[in-house]
């Protein structure tokens, strides 16, 4: 699939839809909708998995956001996790979005709330991000959402993002403790099968 696709507003293909399911945790293994179209169609891609697998169980309650919630693994995992939060998920495409949405109320989940970049309002702020970013829109469009969306994190709140080392993951920790500055303290969590998982802190307002 292009890259076209899933960086678009609007695929240019027709949709087509297929059930499969899929491990969010040890505890939730659960079926799910996806499209051509999209990221990761076929399953959870493997820089997910393993934000999946090491970021820390999130809150019980809080606001929460998934930066390019694609068909919703991030989204969905951090809603069952945490039903009394309520679980924001963005992403430029229109497929994913409405992706997100039906396999959330497939789910039962009412705390989730599918948004486009644009859409989310602007006092909205959020307690946990988990994202796996969009890296190879480049570094400029990378640099861009970090900055638009990590200031909206409450003091204390804290970001969990998954970037492959060959990708760029040192750089990027490094450009964001200096864009970022003192009110938040940028870390790696851990390192696993080529991928880094960065945290990135809300210290002070």
Not at 8 to 28: A, C, F, M, W, Y
Request: charged residues 20%.
């Amino acid at each position: 699939m292009s890259q076209e696709h899933y960086f678009s507003d609007q695929p240019n293909t027709p949709e087509k839809r297929r059930t499969i399911t899929v491990e969010l945790s040890d505890t939730h293994r659960v079926s799910v909708a996806t499209s051509n179209g999209i990221f990761s169609p076929a399953g959870v891609d493997k820089g997910t998995a393993i934000l999946l697998k090491h970021a820390p169980n999130p809150p019980a309650d809080g606001t929460f956001l998934d930066i390019g919630c694609g068909w919703g693994p991030i989204t969905l995992r951090m809603a069952l996790e945490s039903p009394a939060a309520t679980v924001y998920g963005i992403d430029v495409n229109e497929r994913s979005r409405q992706l997100t949405a039906d396999n959330a109320q497939s789910l039962g989940l009412t705390n989730v709330v599918v948004h486009s970049p644009e859409s989310l309002p602007e006092e909205v702020t959020f307690d946990l991000i988990w994202s796996n970013p969009p890296i190879r829109v480049g570094k400029d469009v990378l640099h861009s959402i970090m900055q638009q969306w990590l200031p909206r994190l409450t003091v204390g709140g804290i970001a969990y993002l998954v970037v492959q080392k060959n990708l760029g993951a040192d750089s990027l920790q490094t450009w964001l403790a200096g864009i970022l500055g003192a009110s938040f303290k940028v870390d790696r969590l851990t390192t696993d099968k080529g991928f880094r998982i960065l945290s990135v802190q809300r210290l002070s307002a």
